[in-house]
């Protein structure tokens, strides 16, 4: 579950220790110039201490004991593979400062079973969501302008969702292993999408029975417009 900080009615993290001060829970964090390079503990519940505004590339990716991740509200980015393969995380909470979500960022995780997304994101990168197979509903941010090739790939459960009316820049091209470029939808391989009701671009439309470019080749029969 991803959810922000004002719904959880969560305190604000604690700070980062200054240089000399002994702290046994900021040994977890390798953190530099603000960018939280790697996390290095093993807590099931995590607290990002606040200060830190760039969750760096890998930084908690195949961790095997994280249950939950509170980010503090000076993070403006998550970057590509943050939290990708993290096979027990359930719940992340996302504070509005947040900005742009990575490629792969949260790949694979299948403990994820709900997605709160604040209205400051204006990014969502390739993939960034791909093989989330625990979710059934997504509400896209408000701000939302740029959403990558295959962001909820192969969610196998998702049913529903939500785009803003004002989203243009959605799917993408992707190379496959020989080197072939081809569109890809945000949606790719997400099978429940083609015979559940979901809210589009601000209005509740039926089955996904259409050659928009936010669905085509995203869902269902694999000889008709959605394979």
């Given amino acids: 579950q991803v959810t922000s900080a004002e719904e959880n009615n969560i ?45 760096s590339y890998s930084a908690f990716q195949g961790n095997q004991t994280v249950v939950s991740v509170v980010i503090p509200n000076s993070v403006t980015e998550i970057q590509s593979y943050a939290f990708m393969d993290c096979p ?15 490629d792969y960022a949260f790949s694979e995780i299948a403990a994820l079973k ?16 791909r093989k ?21 790939a192969e969610c196998e459960n998702l049913a529903e ?3 803003p009316a004002h989203l243009t820049d959605a799917g993408g091209y992707i190379e496959d292993e020989n080197g072939n470029a081809s569109y890809s939808s945000p949606f790719y391989g ?30 269902g029969n694999p000889s008709g417009p959605f394979r």
């Fill in 11 to 55: 305190s604000e993290p604690e700070p980062i220790a200054e240089a000399g001060e002994e702290d046994p829970v900021q040994e977890d964090f390798l953190i530099e110039n603000g960018i939280l390079l790697e996390y290095r503990g093993s807590e099931e519940h995590v607290t990002i201490p606040d200060g830190v505004t760039t969750l």
């Fill in 88 to 102: 027990c995380l359930e719940e992340v909470v996302l504070p509005e400062s947040v900005k742009k979500i990575g």
């Fill in 114 to 129: 709900e997605i709160n997304l604040p209205d400051s994101i204006t990014e969502i990168g390739t993939e960034a969501f």
């Fill in 132 to 152: 989330c197979s625990g979710l059934t509903n997504i509400k896209l941010p408000e701000g939302l302008t740029a959403l990558g090739g295959r962001a909820f």
């Fill in 161 to 163: 969702i939500y785009i």
């Fill in 190 to 219: 997400c099978a429940a999408l083609r015979t559940v009701p979901s809210v589009y671009k601000g209005q509740t439309v039926g089955p996904l029975y259409t050659e928009d470019i936010f669905f085509r080749r995203s869902c």
